[in-house]
T-cell receptor, first 112, second 116 residues
Framework: DAMVIQNPRYQVTQFGKPVTLSCSQT?????MYWYQQKSSQAPKLLFH???????NEADTPDNFQSRRPNTSFCFLDIRSPGLGDAAMYLC???????????FGSGTRLTVV | AQKITQTQPGMFVQEKEAVTLDCTYD???????LFWYKQPSSGEMIFLIY??????QNATEGRYSLNFQKARKSANLVISASQLGDSAMYFC?????????????FGKGTTLSVSS
């Protein structure tokens, strides 16, 4: 089945130690999104790629970076995680014009 | 101002009863889409139902229906015959305009608890 896969499901990282979360898709969708969802809150968009074009939200901290080496993969890099970065990180894809959004299962990040 | 408002932090319902989860939205775009997602405790976002702004009929998907009142800017989710497995967080979300790559904007969610 075509899908969006996020690895790992659970990630524990140390305060200040760089961490990378990954997302892959078999849907061949143009657009990939990264959302941050803190406990009991709404998902908040961090950034998205339309093909190779990167679009950063104005309030996304510089600590968060992203890479999309090809259509299938997208990475979220947190350069120096703080305790406040503990959250669920959701990756989603869409075809770009209309259509729906497909979400991965998320990566739950714990910072110790 | 919030784009998506879900005023019910938590809702409680008994099995086999119907429940309505409220959602109001704010946009000046003529073209937009409204989505409902279910998020169990495991965290994945499960798509439930979609309503386009130009759709004249309310969307239905099995036990889910969307009560779309465009003039009132509301898009309430109705779950008929609730099941224990419906217990989860429910999010209303909107895509504004028709521009390619537009992201979803989410409301704060409603936690639904179904009891036997």
């Amino acid at each position: 089945d075509a899908m969006v896969i996020q690895n790992p499901r659970y990630q524990v990282t140390q305060f200040g130690k760089p961490v990378t979360l990954s997302c892959s898709q078999t849907l061949n969708h143009n657009v990939m999104y990264w959302y941050q969802q803190k406990s009991s809150q709404a998902p908040k968009l961090l950034f998205h790629y339309y093909d190779k074009d990167f679009n950063n939200e104005a309030d996304t901290p510089d600590n968060f970076q992203s890479r999309r080496p090809n259509t299938s993969f997208c990475f979220l890099d947190i350069r120096s995680p703080g305790l406040g970065d503990a959250a669920m990180y959701l990756c989603a894809t869409s075809i770009g014009t209309g259509g729906g959004y497909t979400f991965g299962s998320g990566t739950r990040l714990t910072v110790v | 101002a919030q784009k998506i408002t879900q005023t019910q932090p938590g809702m409680f319902v008994q099995e086999k009863e119907a429940v309505t989860l409220d959602c109001t939205y704010d946009t000046s775009d003529q073209s937009y889409g409204l989505f409902w997602y279910k998020q169990p405790s495991s965290g994945e976002m499960i798509f439930l139902i979609y309503q386009g702004s130009y759709d004249e009929q309310n969307a239905t998907e099995g036990r889910y229906s969307l009560n779309f009142q465009k003039a009132r800017k509301s898009a309430n989710l109705v779950i008929s015959a609730s099941q224990l497995g419906d217990s989860a967080m429910y999010f209303c979300a909107m895509r504004e305009g028709g521009q390619a790559g537009t992201a979803l904007i989410f409301g704060k969610g409603t936690t639904l608890s179904v009891s036997s």
